[in-house]
């Protein structure tokens, strides 16, 4: 019998006393100059040359950031961009980040029907056990338009191993309300997919949190405050904090009195800190990496300040 | 300037008079006995092993229907369980299928905000010139709940490439409904992500036809016949023929009155025909190619008898 995802999760939040969540996002213009200098006269074919850039870059970044943070959330379209190299690099950040103790969340945005979705479970949802799949993801991010009957096979896989999802119910970009906010019967999209993803969070729950999550946009504060009230048992994932404008105030809401039930995730702000406004006065372009760890450190401080994870310090 | 995806595919559609699309949806212990008696006995790791069955069986599987259709659909989930050694086996057969002169629509249902849909375009879309991507297709299918604004990139990486894509409309999937179905001022979900469609490929259209498509399935005939007049400019892509249980009357809405505007897709009832009831008597197991291409003449004889595609031949 694996371990519950969520208790998995949780733990690992109490050791490092936060929910912050660091996406690991490389575009190659913005990688720190050595590695794009590095990657340009490898002799390499370009993407093979990027894709072992985006490996460095990420597993020197969990170096720096292992320490501190309970979860690193790899997006797979980035990786994706260098083709099967790219995927390569994927892997081994996912697996680098397992072996440094970190939950790894695969941000794929996967969803098929039948025997298909089940195949995309096995290939990412490795849970407890990072070697059983050859990506080895603790869990995924997944799109629930295809219906209600096509998260089941990602439900089976993530009890089986320990794994978990996060089915996306409020996405946190400019036009998300397009299709979610579509009212039926006075109850909106997304509020209904919230209430399927809430029955299956319950149904697989332990400790009172279940292994299915929900993806909710910190740039939209209102309903993040609803949807935690109408998921008790739903673990949620917070993207939009930081660089897409969300802040911890915003992301309060997101919690139990006690700071469990979410994951805040920043990813721009933290891999390009070393180039941001913020940041870029304070390091020198070589030193990205004490760039991402005090851009790191102040996010778990901003947190734990305006939010209930204050209460995990 | 690239050629225009829906004439390139409506000109495929005309040279081998037929819409037949299919599915390359490889799954290890469905394959030939050969292929897995092979792979067993590689030495290899079992992932790296399979990839090359998969690969093999791919190819060998495009050698058999490139005279005959003009298109293929890699389905990637398929190749994904098997990790990076997987999706290289991918770029491989869709790389393969392009040199055979088929067009190549990559299933992927992928869909993502922003820039990172942008990655997802870049990667999978080589439009016109296959080696221009690390992956080479022509198309990619693409998920729409995140909200239009997040189906943008796809668009202008289409008209840039001479690419296409097809938007999830109405799935084949007996719970398709539960988000689908939901009205809301009269309008279901998947008529207004329809009408949203449409207004898309209306405005890339040329010749009448879009570069934005629209998978429909085919288990859900009153549908299609209504949403094939709602998108007149949207050309279709119809699954669940076959295995899934739709017919080729079930499918005959799709087109418009010269047998064009859709392909109709066919995966295990051509990919493992010769382990099917319908054909295992009358092929011996290692005869599986000759058992694929009567199967795709079947499928090609039965959409020209009971659809408009008939007007093709």
Redesign the interface.
Known sequence: MSKHFTTRLHTAIADKKTPALVGI?P?FHFLPDELQEKAQSSGEDA?TAKARAFAEFGCRLIDVVAPLIPAVKP?A??F?????????A??EVIQYARKAGLIVICDG?????????E??A???LAGEEASS???GADCLTV????????LEPFVKVCLERGAGVYV?VR??????????D???NHQK?FE??AQ?VEELALKTSENGWGVVGAVVGATYPEELEQLRTAMPHTPLLVPGYGSQGGTAADVAAAFDSEGFGAVVNSSRGINFAFRSDKYKDQFAPHEWEQAIERATHDMIADLAEHTPAGKLQ
């Open positions: 996002d575009r993407w997006q379209a980035f994706e961009e260098l083709g099967p190299a790219g995927t390569t994927l892997a945005k996967r969803g098929d029907i039948g025997s298909t979705a195949a995309y096995r290939a990412y799949t050859p990506w799109n629930p338009y295809l219906g209600a009957d096509t996306l996405t946190s970009n400019p036009g998300s309300g397009e299709f979610q579509r009212e039926s999209l209904y997919v399927v």
